[in-house]
């Protein structure tokens, strides 16, 4: 992971997604499980999306193949809302260093990747699973083309066929989110694409890492390795509100996505913590996933 180390009118957000209307908000801890404990571990667990087919979360982990002690050759892992582990996969035929992924409602999964700077798609072959032998993928992205180089985060937003990608970079005060719109041709990187952007900084964000979209309000929501709160937008970069994370434990937020929750709710927030970096301890092992509600 390419990093520096540093010690409107809004729609009423309420109902399916417990989340409360514009205002303060704080993330409130319903379940903490250690993927560092996995039978083949993840100890910074980056990307995350949820699968409603299978009822999984599907997790990647760019920096395990730094870690010799730890390093399997799996970077994805399939694993139950409870955390528990179902499998452990692989990308590495194309990318050793998957940030973040997104599933489309077809059998594919958008991937990206922060040192090639490159989106990926990854469609499943017939066996129907992510991450084995028979899966073809393809690249449809270069990210350098639109002015990201460093891209962390990754959302799917089907009806407009359009992708959400954060970009991390290396200047804090240059952090941005890019909204990447297929033309009429249903492609990626051609002449009718529409990009646009917006900075996070100026609400005080210094990095910009995972990325979910609501569902309803099409509002943003973002987390970062360096912030303790949840940062919420408009598609179009305007402030809706902060979500404190403070007293979650939560050290290093790298993903969220949106999921039923293990205490029937119909949805809660999934966020991946990959705690220390391993570049200021390379024996560290202390990844973890939180479920979160907003109150």
Known sequence: MKRLIYVCLCVP????FGLSPVGAATGKVVRISLTSVWSTPSPDPM?????????????TDSEVDEMPSLWKERNFFVVRRKGNLVAARTFKKFTVEPADLTLT???SLYIVDDDLDRVFRDTAGNDGLFGTRDDVTATVLMTHG??????????WVPRA?????????????????????????????TSDDVVRHFGVHKYGFTDADGVAVMRFSHHLLIVS?????????????????KID?????????????????TDGSPSR???????????????????????????
């Open 13 to 16: 957000l309420v109902s399916a």
């Open 146 to 155: 639109f002015g990201s180089f460093d891209p962390e985060g990754l959302a």
């Open 105 to 107: 409602r077809g059998r």
């Open 269 to 295: 927030l999934y966020i991946t913590d990959r705690g220390v970096d391993n570049n200021v301890n390379p024996h560290e092992n202390d990844g973890k996933l939180f479920e979160l509600k907003i109150a």
């Open 47 to 59: 990307g995350i999306t949820y699968d409603p087919r299978t009822h999984r979360l599907l997790i």
């Open 245 to 261: 994370i403070s007293a979650t434990g939560i050290k290093a937020a790298s993903g969220i996505t949106f999921a039923p929750g």
């Open 225 to 241: 390795d360096r912030q303790s709160f949840i940062l919420e937008t408009t598609m179009g970069g305007e402030l809706v509100r």
């Open 161 to 189: 066929r359009m992708l959400i990608l954060t970009d991390g970079a290396d200047a804090a005060q240059n952090a941005r989110v890019y909204t990447i719109r297929q033309g009429k041709d249903h492609r990626f990187a």
